[in-house]
């Protein structure tokens, strides 16, 4: 069974295998912070996407219902009540782009991402105090510091709204704890948070962005499939039409039930790739395949130089930021409009 966040709230049989770095995996300040921006930020995304969708697709019926009175329509005790209906649909989408405008949920879904993941960093972060401690003891004490400091610096600066997206800068969000070191290191512990490390956060992250590729890959092969159907399909019947009204003059064959599906499927091929694109599945693909690289890459260079827990805390931190930044820069330009 797939369960969200297992890297940030690992299973009990997990935790009894690491029990002596148990301050590191359970961290109350930082695990409570995360639950309560996690479930913003599903509310606002799930509204965003919902709303979006269905706002743009009243909107193109409306446009067909138009182009069809236009071109193909005769008029009937009907017309007045299908264009007064078109009308509301037109209206009743605008209406929901504005209200997700307005109450900001693209902004809400985004910055409580924002904050998800850097708390998600902060949680791995702060596995270099394991081996810079020499007792569970001193575990605790570095890691309630380390969170407290840090926790409140990311607050004041999601005070600052959409523009600590804009801000943002992977190196600064890459902060060594001040801390001392308390004799020398416990080797259990040492062992442990290095085990976990390359366990929860390497090889989840590896393993999460492996299966977000592969269910991407058949999503995009159907989208780009339908979009290329929809718009050569209307292509070929402009195409037509514009042969027929060439060698038909008089205009003897008509052309405008061509015409309508013509400009029906460029709109709906037009929605179509709207959608799509709100739901950032190329972008991602693309983002999640270099993601995997460069955190088998940055194992790879640690593994070859025997690299201290620290310095692979600080290689792979700094690809999950720069994932972010990414992630972050894709869908400040989501929109569901035309």
């Given at each position: 069974m797939n369960i969200a966040n297992r890297d940030m709230f690992p299973s009990d049989a997990t935790q009894a295998r690491f029990a002596d770095i148990g301050p590191l995996l359970e961290n109350s300040l930082l695990d409570e912070a995360f639950h309560q921006h996690?479930?913003?930020?599903v509310?606002?995304?799930?509204?965003?996407?919902?709303v979006g969708r269905f706002a743009i697709l009243l909107i193109a019926i409306s446009a067909i219902y138009t182009i069809s009175d236009a071109?193909?329509?005769?008029?009937?005790?009907w017309t007045t009540s299908l264009t007064l209906g078109a009308a509301v649909l037109a209206i009743l989408g605008i209406a929901m782009q504005a209200m997700i405008i307005v109450t900001r949920?693209?902004?809400?879904?985004?910055l409580n991402r924002f904050a998800c993941e850097r708390i998600r960093s902060l949680k791995f972060q702060s596995f270099h105090l394991g081996d810079n401690v020499r007792d569970k003891a001193g575990l605790q004490t570095a890691v309630t510091e380390f969170t407290s400091r840090h926790l409140s610096r990311l607050e004041n600066d999601l005070n600052a709204g959409m523009a600590v997206l804009e801000r943002f800068s992977p190196d600064k969000a890459l902060d060594t704890p001040d801390h001392e070191k308390l004799g020398d290191a416990d080797p259990t512990m040492a062992a442990q948070a290095r085990e976990a490390f390359e366990e929860?956060?390497?090889r989840y992250q590896i393993n999460f962005a492996s299966s977000e590729v592969a269910s991407l890959r058949g999503k995009m092969r159907s989208v780009t499939s339908l979009q290329d159907v929809m718009y050569f399909s209307a292509v070929t019947l402009a195409f037509i039409s514009l042969g027929i009204k060439i060698f038909d003059p008089a205009h003897d064959l008509p052309t405008h039930w061509v015409d309508f599906a013509a400009i029906t499927l460029f709109i709906s091929g037009a929605t179509k790739a709207i959608t799509d694109n709100a739901l950032l599945q190329?972008?991602?693909q693309g983002r999640y395949e270099?993601?995997?690289?460069a955190l088998e890459h940055a194992m790879?260079?640690?593994n070859g130089r025997r690299a201290s827990l620290d310095e692979i805390v600080d290689a792979i931190e700094r690809v999950c930021l720069v994932e972010l930044d990414l992630f972050c820069q894709d869908a400040l330009r989501v929109s569901y409009r035309f």
């Open positions: 996690e479930a913003k930020a509310r606002a995304k799930r509204i965003y996407h919902r071109l193909v329509l005769d008029a009937t005790r949920q693209k902004q809400v879904w985004l929860l956060r390497v190329e972008q991602s270099t993601y995997i690289g790879v260079v640690a």
